[in-house]
Nanobody, 114 residues
Framework: QVHLVGSGGGLVHPGGSLRLSCAAS????????MGWYRQASGKERELVATITRGGSTNYVDSVKGRFTISRDTAKNTVYLQMNNLRPEDTAVYFC????????WGQGTQVTVSS
């Protein structure tokens, strides 16, 4: 089991930036994959970005070129750098990890509004 703590959400104007963090309770070196989902009000949860144990990354098309997922294995933390934010990025963002099980962090609210 991995305990995940997500943080970094907030209110930002369109075009602004935020960095989400997902801190794990143990080493993330052996974790198969970690990443972020988001869920906007009234919509289904959507996979936003993933990073694998080997360092490969994937993004949903709507965030490509704007979001970057990365990890710091020394800090057992995965980050989601979000630039050029749009109102449609407004959602609760959840980090996850995949080992033998999927573990979820608590959500962090991101609101993009003028």
């Amino acid at each position: 089991q991995v305990h995940l703590v997500g943080s970094g959400g907030g209110l930002v104007h369109p075009g602004g930036s935020l960095r989400l963090s997902c801190a794990a309770s143990r080493s993330i070196v052996s974790i198969d994959a970690m990443g972020w989902y988001r869920q906007a009000s009234g919509k289904e949860r959507e996979l936003v970005a993933t990073i694998t144990r080997g360092g490969s990354t994937n993004y949903v098309d709507s965030v490509k070129g704007r979001f970057t997922i990365s990890r710091d294995t020394a800090k057992n933390t995965v980050y989601l750098q979000m630039n050029n934010l749009r109102p449609e990025d407004t959602a609760v963002y959840f980090c996850y990890s995949d080992t033998d099980y999927r573990n979820w962090g608590q959500g962090t609210q991101v609101t993009v509004s003028s």
